[in-house]
């Protein structure tokens, strides 16, 4: 059964209107990747033009909207295909948008999308 809460609470919980959707991702990288050049040219190209947030490293991590709003579905597919794009990216896999408060493992699951 759903609770019904004040808006104020809402806020606080970041549940309904004020979710924040973002997503997960996995790489693997070549054997001769430079993998600081990789995440310098990602946060660059990728992440602060479209004022995202990303935690992680080269290998992986997590892609949130920096603020209270979501990340879109073009922009997910804008990054995932600037990643796939990248000769240094062996392969690719990625969750689809998901609470990034909270998810559950079984929200988590990764579709690959390279290699």
């Known amino acids: 059964m759903a609770k019904t809460r ?6 606080k919980l970041r549940v309904g209107e004020f979710q924040q959707l ?3 991702f996995e790489a ?3 054997k001769d990747a430079d993998d600081e050049a990789l995440v310098d040219a990602f946060l660059a190209q990728a992440i602060e033009p479209r004022s995202l947030s990303f935690g992680g490293w080269a290998t992986g991590g997590a892609i949130d909207k920096l603020g209270p709003q979501s990340v879109t579905e073009e922009e997910r597919s804008e ?11 062996a392969t690719l896999s990625a969750t689809a948008l998901v609470d990034m408060w909270y ?10 999308l390279k290699g």
């Open 6 to 11: 004040s808006r104020r609470l809402r806020k």
């Open 22 to 24: 973002g997503f997960l």
């Open 28 to 30: 693997e990288l070549a």
């Open 79 to 89: 990054v995932l295909a600037w990643l796939a794009a990248r000769p240094e990216v």
């Open 103 to 112: 998810s559950t493992p079984a929200a988590q699951q990764r579709t690959k």
